[in-house]
């Protein structure tokens, strides 16, 4: 059964609130793109473009291209610096102002309040703590109509082949589509081929669940290792986490178990399989090309405590793969008409939605609950694509970003999910921002003369407040992201207590975001009789910015709105910096010289030698590979045998 806000997706029209930020005036010769009624400037935004968002996506669609039409003589002539333009330029200068503003005063102005919170597909986002004025975001939406914002939206949304680098399409959003869908990739609707995909899972899936597909000694599969590394693994176990206590996903998944291989560490081969019975279990391969190193060898470990067992006939049933290289998963001794596949404009980061997150997460909790999470994913790529900008939540969010990093100079942001559920959020987000956007040149090459990305970190409330929020209050300024749930997936309340657990929980939720607005001054804390000589020690100087997300629950629909929306305000703030969010050239320099360490660590270990400086590497590096060396029982490696896993594993 279909989660109710999925309706959307069939043509229900999405509500939308008004908005009352400040258009463009016409003295800036900009079009106006508020959703209110209120008339400004001669500009009567309220009758026509409320009018024809309301009346459905296709309509608004059709407005937001002509007036991506008319301002495109305002965007950045291609190979410009978005640092050039006067829209940047006039953000530059606006920053004076808004250093002379505090948040604790910003915040007693309730037209702005207003104006800064927003509500969509059900999700409540309040941008009211972020260090901006109406001014602020009027700039902004110049800044996103001089980088062609919503030209480059639309090349994503068409497949053109944005990321330049690799000459792909970038197309994460087809892997939710909904069957009736077009997407069109280099002449080709792409989205049968998507549910063809889809459709040979669900089948799959259900044959293991069911207990039709047995592994090779007639027993039922109840265990499932997905092996995979970045992100292979951070999407797929974010939306295992965040579904694991969900009790319609936790009453589906029953008696099964999921769980992630990912570090070439043997430590976490012997957790992923500790208690694990071979004969119950089936392993999922996840590597596109089936050459990735960490993958790869993990893949081989697993398949040998198998093999030891059970025989290398147990290969065929109890191991499949997620992967495009049909030839290489044949040799290694998996049937390939057990190999799911995916495409080359999902990038990994993006690509928990395809058969790399969907298998494993519809092994453990069926298909159905894992088309609900497509379905949310979906309902927000089509939010993305077709709200205007003042309305729009990833653009908003992505502004906000684009402002804290570029013109305020706070160069992380910490994810806090006052949900134990979306504990794994932040580290999936880590990797999709960072790979992302963490750029020195731009898509033509060109270096950067600004900053780029986030470092970004974090950890669930209340535990983060026990951990890192010294520093955020009163050390370095971090921008916040505050994530609230309306209702539980776990609800207690206790006799006798004041509030239930989980409204104590969001007690934080609220308080915090006001702690780091308002702080506290020195005359307050003079006005409670506190010693002089700890004053400065309990002043909080405040005006530090937040943003809050609420949901009203956390089920596999919105988890998946909640990942499209954080995914597409990665890719706003790569459109506006002008970076290509969709490479990561930055991972291959490390693995090239692991190579050549590999090839020298087999020379030493097989011929009984040190490391030496003819190996071509600098002192360092050689006493350091040298004093590992001297720390083994023995340089030279001892005859191979199948040790380990299986006898390890055992004793545990």
């Not at 609950?369 to 969010?397: C, R, Y």
């Not at 916040?480 to 749930?485: E, K, L, V």
Request: with cysteine; proline share 5%; net charge neutral.
């Amino acid at each position: 059964m279909l989660h109710a806000s999925s309706r959307t997706l069939a043509g229900t029209k999405p509500s939308v609130q008004a908005l009352s930020i400040p258009p463009v005036g016409p003295a800036t010769g900009h079009r106006c793109l508020t959703g209110s009624s209120t008339v400004h400037g001669g500009c009567e935004s309220g009758k026509v473009h409320t009018r024809t968002v309301l009346g459905g996506s296709t309509s608004a669609r059709s407005v937001s291209t002509q007036v991506a039409k008319l301002l495109q003589p305002m965007a950045a002539p291609k190979g410009q610096s978005i640092a050039d333009t006067p829209a940047w330029h006039a953000l530059k200068e606006h920053v004076a102002e808004i250093d002379q503003l505090h948040l604790r005063d910003l915040m007693q102005d309730e037209r702005r309040c207003m104006s800064l919170i927003k509500e969509s597909e059900g999700i409540y986002i309040d941008f009211t703590r972020q260090r901006v004025t109406s001014k602020t975001m009027e700039l902004l939406l110049n800044l996103a109509e001089a980088s062609n914002l919503r030209g480059k939206i639309d090349n994503m949304f068409s497949g053109e082949h944005i990321n330049s680098t690799e000459d792909r399409a970038v197309l994460h959003t087809a892997t939710r589509a909904r069957r009736d869908q077009k997407i069109i990739v280099d002449g080709k609707n792409v989205v049968p081929d998507v549910w063809d995909v889809l459709d040979k899972i669900k089948a799959f899936s259900d044959k293991v669940r069911s207990g039709e597909w047995k592994g090779i000694t007639g027993k039922p599969l109840k265990s499932v290792v997905a092996i995979g590394i970045g992100g292979s693994f951070l999407g797929p176990l974010f939306v295992h986490t965040a579904l694991r206590t969900e009790p319609t996903a936790a009453k589906q998944a029953g008696d099964r178990q999921l769980r992630f291989l990912a570090n070439v560490d043997p430590i976490d081969v012997a957790r992923a399989l500790s208690g694990l019975d071979p004969e119950t279990t089936l392993v999922v391969v996840i590597s596109k090309t089936f050459t990735t190193a960490e993958t790869m060898l993990n893949a081989r470990t697993v398949r040998q405590w198998l093999v030891a067992q059970l025989g290398q006939e147990a290969v065929a049933k109890h191991m499949v793969a997620v992967s495009t290289n049909l030839k290489l998963v044949k040799e290694f001794g998996i049937d390939p008409e057990n190999a799911f596949g995916f495409w080359d404009w999902v990038g990994g980061r993006y690509s928990v939605c395809s058969a790399v997150g969907i298998l494993p997460l519809s092994l453990q909790y069926g298909f159905d609950i894992m088309q609900e999470f497509l379905m949310g994913a979906n309902n927000i790529d089509d939010h993305f694509k077709n709200m205007p900008f003042d309305s729009n939540l990833p653009v908003l969010a992505g502004l906000m970003s684009v402002w804290n990093v570029s013109f305020l100079g706070y160069p992380a942001r910490a994810i806090l999910p006052y949900c134990q559920a979306l504990s794994k959020l932040a580290p999936h987000i880590q990797q999709v921002s960072m790979e992302s956007n963490g750029k020195g040149v731009d898509i033509n090459g060109k270096p950067l003369p600004f900053e780029t990305g986030e470092v970004d970190f974090g950890e669930p409330g209340t535990n983060g407040q026990h951990s890192f929020y010294q520093l955020i209050h009163q050390g370095r300024v971090v921008p916040c992201d505050f994530i609230g749930i309306v209702r539980s997936q776990q609800s207690v309340y206790l006799k006798r207590e004041i509030v239930s657990n989980h409204d104590e929980l969001m007690c934080n939720f609220f308080a915090q975001a006001d702690a780091l607005a308002y702080g506290k001054t020195p005359e307050q804390l003079r006005s409670e009789n506190v010693p002089d000589y700890l004053i400065p020690h309990k002043t909080f100087t405040g005006n530090r910015p937040s943003m809050s997300i609420m949901l009203p629950s956390c089920t596999a629909y919105t988890v998946g709105q909640l990942l499209a929306m954080y995914e597409h305000r990665v890719a706003v703030q790569g459109f506006i910096w002008g970076v290509n969010s969709f490479d990561q050239w930055g991972v291959e320099l490390g693995k090239v010289l692991a190579s050549k360490v590999r090839t020298c660590m087999n020379t030493a270990r097989t011929k009984n030698r040190v490391i030496l400086p003819t190996d071509g590497f600098n002192y360092s590096t050689t006493r350091m590979i040298n004093k590992y060396l001297e720390g083994k029982s023995s340089l030279l490696y001892p005859e191979g045998h199948d040790y380990f896993p299986v006898e390890l594993i055992n004793k545990l």
